[in-house]
């Protein structure tokens, strides 16, 4: 499974941007999902998550009422809808495919992928 995130760039803080990952998976219909995010020097940070069927999604903290996740199982891509973007925003936004466990911890996926940068400046 190879998974692309995309979207990412340059953004003044308040801005908005749409992240997408596509995945190659056969099985991506039955696949939870979930972004991350790891700025320099940090560890990587759960950002969202969603079920296979899209019914139920899951947050962060730090971006909840900002970020939307959702998928559209037909094109094999989940989105994140990032909006409000503070510059502690800024890291490299990573999707993944949950393979155990919970949601929460980047230990639980697998089929990162290459990441997409995004920088929110003030």
């Known amino acids: 499974v190879q998974l692309q995130a995309s979207g990412g760039g340059l953004v003044q803080a308040g801005g908005s941007l749409r992240l997408s990952c596509v995945s190659s998976g056969r099985t991506f219909s039955y696949d939870d999902m979930g972004w991350f995010r790891q700025a320099p020097g940090k560890e990587r940070e759960f950002v969202a998550a969603?079920?296979?069927?899209?019914?139920?999604?899951f947050y962060g903290d730090s971006v909840k009422g900002r970020f939307t996740i959702s998928r559209e199982n037909a094109k094999n891509t989940v989105y994140l809808q990032m909006n409000s973007l503070k510059p502690e925003d800024t890291a490299v936004y990573y999707c993944?495919?949950?393979?155990?466990?919970?949601?929460?911890?980047?230990?639980?996926?697998?089929?990162w992928g290459q990441g997409t940068e995004v920088t929110v400046s003030s």
């Open positions: 993944g495919k949950r393979i155990r466990g919970n949601v929460y911890h980047a230990t639980n996926y697998h089929y």
């Open positions: 969603i079920t296979r069927s899209g019914y139920s999604v």
